[in-house]
C-alpha cells in the first residue's frame, strides 16, 4: 500500500511541477517557489504555492500583516466598535480583532486589501515584484492578511507553529508542554476591550497576533482563566466565589 501511495504523489508531483512550471511568472518569490518544491504534494499553479507559503508560516503572515496595517495606519474619524450590522462591516464582538477597512465607510474598494488596506497586488502579493502594475483589482486580501487573520480569529488551530517558538516548553510553568497544551492569550481580550480599546491602531493587533499569544498545559490554562473569570466578576460587580464555583461545575 505504501509503494502504490508513493508511486501515485510522484506520478502526480511530476504532473504538478510540469503546469506549475509553464505557469511560473518570470519573476517570483524565491521562498516561496523552495517550500512549494518541499511540499510532499506540489502546488500546480503560483497562487496555491503562495497560499500554501503563508499558510504554512502564520507567525510570520501576522508580522507582515501588522507591517503592512502600520503602514495604512487608522482612517480618520476611525475608532475600535462593536455592533450588530453586519452590513457595515462591524464586529460582534470584542474577540474580532480590530479592522477598520472592513467597515464600509472605511473600505478602500477594490485591489486594497480589507485587513492592512494597502495595494494587492498579482498573485495575492503585498509588494510590486512585477513593476507598472497598479494592483489587483479583482482582489480584497493579501495572501499572508489570509493568514493573519486565520491566526488572529482561530489561535488554537495554530498551536503546532506557536509550540515551535516556545521551544516545546509551557510559557506559563517553563515545564515542557503535554499533549493537553492549549493556546491562550496573555493579555485577555476582555481586558484589551475595557483598557486599551482607545490605543492606536494597528498596534491593538498586537493583542490578537504572536506577541499576545502562548500555548500553555490545560492545568495551567485553567488555573489561569479561573483567576481571570474572577478578576472580570470584581470587575462587573459580581462576587468572585460564585463565579469560580460555576467553572467547577459545582
Not at 21 to 39: C, N, Y
Not at 89 to 99: E, H, I, K, N, Q
Request: aromatic share 8%.
Amino acid at each position: 500500500m505504501a509503494l502504490q501511495t508513493s508511486a501515485f504523489r510522484a506520478v502526480r508531483n511530476e504532473k504538478a511541477l510540469a503546469r506549475l512550471d509553464r505557469s511560473l511568472p518570470k519573476i517570483f518569490p524565491p521562498e516561496v517557489l523552495v517550500h512549494a518544491r518541499r511540499k510532499a504534494f506540489i502546488p500546480p499553479t503560483p497562487r496555491l504555492c503562495v497560499e500554501s507559503y503563508w499558510r504554512h508560516h502564520p507567525v510570520r503572515a501576522d508580522r507582515l500583516a501588522r507591517s503592512l496595517a502600520r503602514l495604512s495606519g487608522a482612517p480618520e474619524g476611525w475608532e475600535w466598535r462593536l455592533g450588530e450590522d453586519r452590513e457595515e462591516g462591524l464586529a460582534t464582538s470584542f474577540r474580532a480583532p480590530p479592522a477598520p477597512f472592513r467597515e464600509k465607510r472605511f473600505s478602500r474598494g477594490p485591489g486594497h486589501c480589507c485587513v492592512c488596506g494597502q495595494k494587492v497586488y498579482k498573485l495575492g502579493w503585498h509588494t510590486d515584484l512585477w513593476g507598472g502594475v497598479d494592483g489587483n483589482r479583482n482582489a480584497a486580501w493579501h495572501s499572508c492578511c489570509v493568514a493573519a487573520w486565520n491566526l488572529w480569529t482561530a489561535p488554537s488551530d495554530h498551536v503546532r507553529h506557536l509550540k515551535k517558538f516556545q521551544k516545546n516548553k509551557c510559557a506559563a510553568t517553563g515545564i515542557r508542554l503535554l499533549k493537553d497544551a492549549e493556546v491562550d492569550h496573555r493579555m485577555p481580550l476582555f481586558k484589551v476591550w475595557r483598557e486599551r480599546s482607545t490605543r492606536q491602531w494597528p498596534d491593538l493587533l498586537t493583542f490578537w497576533g504572536a506577541p499576545n499569544l502562548q500555548v500553555i498545559n490545560r492545568k495551567a490554562h485553567l488555573d489561569k482563566s479561573v483567576r481571570e473569570t474572577g478578576e472580570r466578576a470584581r470587575m462587573n460587580g459580581a462576587e468572585e466565589p460564585d463565579v469560580i464555583l460555576s467553572i467547577n461545575g459545582t
